[in-house]
């Protein structure tokens, strides 16, 4: 499985990015993908994250200004990113995890990242 992240670069605060993440390679039963990140000297964080159902989850830093989707024609998601702040920059990766069967570990694989960066 490999992931493609794209979409980051330079914004102003209070602007929009949209970051994208293709999966290709031999995958079944994908139990979710997302995205964390990660700034300098910082522990890399989750930022968002959409379960096979559709269900979502966003750190309260993002909560109402970013938006994960999913395209499962294209094995791929989105992270629409709006009201950026200078906060949010760092270098963001795509996750995907893959179900595994019962009692055995779930496969997690991880993009490169791209960079976002956010000036005042």
């Known amino acids: 499985v490999q992931l493609q992240a794209s979409g980051g670069g330079l914004v102003q605060a209070g602007g929009s990015l949209r970051l994208s993440c293709a999966a290709s390679?031999?995958?079944?039963?994908?139990?979710?993908m997302g995205w964390y990140r990660q700034s300098p000297g910082k522990q890399r964080e989750l930022v968002a994250v959409?379960?096979?159902?559709?269900?979502?989850h966003y750190s309260d830093s993002v909560k109402g200004r970013f938006t994960i989707s999913r395209d499962n024609a294209k094995n791929t998601a989105y992270l629409q990113m709006n009201g950026l702040k200078p906060e949010d920059t760092a270098v963001y990766y795509c996750?995907?995890?893959?179900?595994?069967?019962?009692?055995?570990?779930?496969?997690?694989?991880w993009g490169q990242g791209t960079q976002v960066t956010v000036s005042s």
């Open positions: 390679g031999r995958m079944f039963n994908i139990n979710s």
């Open positions: 959409i379960f096979s159902g559709g269900t979502t």
């Open positions: 996750n995907l995890e893959l179900r595994a069967p019962v009692g055995v570990r779930n496969s997690i694989y």
